[in-house]
């Protein structure tokens, strides 16, 4: 790997904010100074200190955030309207993250970001059937024969039904809140399930991905990245 693309890696600046500090001196390889941005290194071989500071103790090309993805933000890479997901992780220099799966621009809560293709893949894989849990605010009330409908599979235009999900009711401030967990993808999935069953959704909010829960003390559009547990209950 080149030397400025393991700083840039690192989120440490542009290559041409880099490439001025090697020429000051400021990047160490196995104590020598470095003088090219372009030499070769291995961070698992090599020792670099960026103004003193040890790069190489804790680094890993795979990058992991949850983010708490706010309303009015869409979940793409790119967009020519509209403010991303991406736009809302500043760290620097990040290459190829991606947010796992897609929530609607309207839609609340959980979203992966990461550029670790093979995770992001077997996530989003249906023969995974990796469950999502949602906070369903509805504008009529559920009944017990709306869930036993929503757990059995539900018509909601496609081929086929939804597969079986999971489903029950809680409380929040004094009003009806809808649990549902799936284990699909579907576009609008859950509106037009709710939409099936005689209901509209008024917000929604992702909680949950497999076993990785949205972290209650981020505020829609904070982020962190995951820490070791996190992500070893994902993987």
Do not use: W
Not at 86 to 111: A, C, H, Q
């Amino acid at each position: 790997m080149r030397l400025d693309k393991f700083l840039g890696d690192c989120g440490l600046g542009t290559r041409k904010q880099l490439k001025e500090c090697i020429k000051n001196g400021m990047v160490l390889v196995d104590g020598v100074v470095a003088t090219k941005p372009d030499i070769s290194i291995d961070p698992a071989q090599n020792e670099i200190l960026f103004s003193g500071e040890n790069l190489t103790e804790n680094y890993s090309k795979f990058k992991y955030y949850i983010l708490n993805k706010p309303q009015g933000v869409v979940s793409a890479t790119k967009d020519n309207h509209d403010e991303t997901v991406l736009d809302l992780i500043d760290t620097g220099y990040d290459k190829n993250l991606s947010p796992v799966g897609r929530l609607d621009k309207d839609t609340e809560g959980l979203l992966l970001i990461t550029n670790d293709g093979k995770l992001a893949h077997r996530l989003l894989s249906p023969k995974k059937h990796v469950e999502k849990e949602y906070e369903v605010h509805t504008k009529k009330f559920v009944s017990e024969s709306d869930i036993k409908r929503l757990e059995e599979g539900i018509d909601i235009g496609d081929e086929i039904p939804t597969l079986p999900a999971k489903a029950y009711i809680s409380e929040q401030n004094g009003e009806q809140v809808l649990h549902l967990i799936i284990h699909e993808g579907r576009f609008h999935q859950v509106k037009r399930m709710l939409e099936a069953i005689g209901n509209e959704v008024v917000f929604l909010k992702r909680v949950r991905m497999g076993a990785l829960l949205l972290d209650p003390s981020l505020l829609p559009g904070e982020y962190r990245e995951l820490t070791k547990e996190e992500l070893y209950l994902l993987k």
